[in-house]
């Protein structure tokens, strides 16, 4: 068999065809393709045992997508699109994580073609335990002739677990306030906590303010 024979005889008109079909192609799988730019919900995953995320965190990134129009519109209409930041490699302290197109969940023949930002910085920090005491807040007056006895908190201590730089200078925390008025006799409460605003939580499950109130004497 003559490959050359096959290779170049007429080669004009194989050239011509070989490049219909390649322009062919370009235009069947490019055809209705469009962009656009969507808000994507970031998720924060495997977080290191021991630690957690503090501070400020985006928690969202703009990206711009490009894929076939019914793609697209599934997208638009609902169909959820996620970033996925992987915290796995995180060390205490701040970490500069880029995020990549890869770390976005999409259907299947789109792409990603722009991210904004491309980088976050996310801050780690230890969890540690502390105890601490719990103040009650009281607010009113018994009933007339009544009196505030005393009042205790059970247990009279807790454990309170968080990241280490929320908890190195709290040494106290209080209940919001329990109003008091017109009681005329003691009464034990489950009292909402106060935490000024601080990401940790109190391992003890069962918290309770036990009230005295007093009859006065004439």
């Known amino acids: 068999m003559d490959l050359r024979r096959i290779f170049f005889e007429n ?7 070989l490049l219909l079909a390649v322009s062919l192609w370009f235009y069947v799988t490019s055809k209705g393709k469009t962009e ?23 928690g ?4 711009r997508f490009q894929g076939q129009e019914r793609a697209l519109r599934d997208i638009a209409t609902g169909k959820k699109v996620v ?3 992987d915290l796995s490699l995180g060390k205490e302290g701040e970490n500069i994580i880029r995020i990549s197109p890869d770390d976005i969940r999409k259907p299947s023949g789109v ?7 491309y980088e976050i910085t996310v801050k780690l920090d230890r969890i540690v335990r502390k105890t601490i005491r719990l103040k009650p807040v009281l607010t009113g007056t018994p ?6 006895g005393n009042v205790s908190v059970s247990p009279p201590r807790l454990t309170l677990e968080g ?16 109003d008091i008025t017109g009681m005329k006799e003691p009464a034990t409460v489950d ?4 935490y000024r605003g601080k990401p940790v939580k109190i391992i003890e499950q069962d918290i309770h303010i036990h009230i005295g109130i007093q009859k006065e004497r004439p």
């Open 11 to 17: 080669w004009p008109i194989k050239l011509a065809s």
């Open 36 to 58: 656009m730019s969507l808000t994507v919900p970031l998720e924060l995953r495997n977080i290191p045992q021991g630690m957690a995320v503090v501070g400020d965190v985006p």
């Open 60 to 63: 969202t990134v703009e990206a």
């Open 83 to 85: 970033g996925a930041v």
């Open 111 to 117: 792409i990603v073609t722009h991210l904004s930002p």
């Open 143 to 148: 009933a007339a002739g009544y009196r505030l």
């Open 163 to 178: 990241p280490l730089g929320s908890l190195g200078a709290l040494t106290a925390l209080q209940t919001m306030p329990i």
């Open 191 to 194: 009292p909402r906590i106060d």
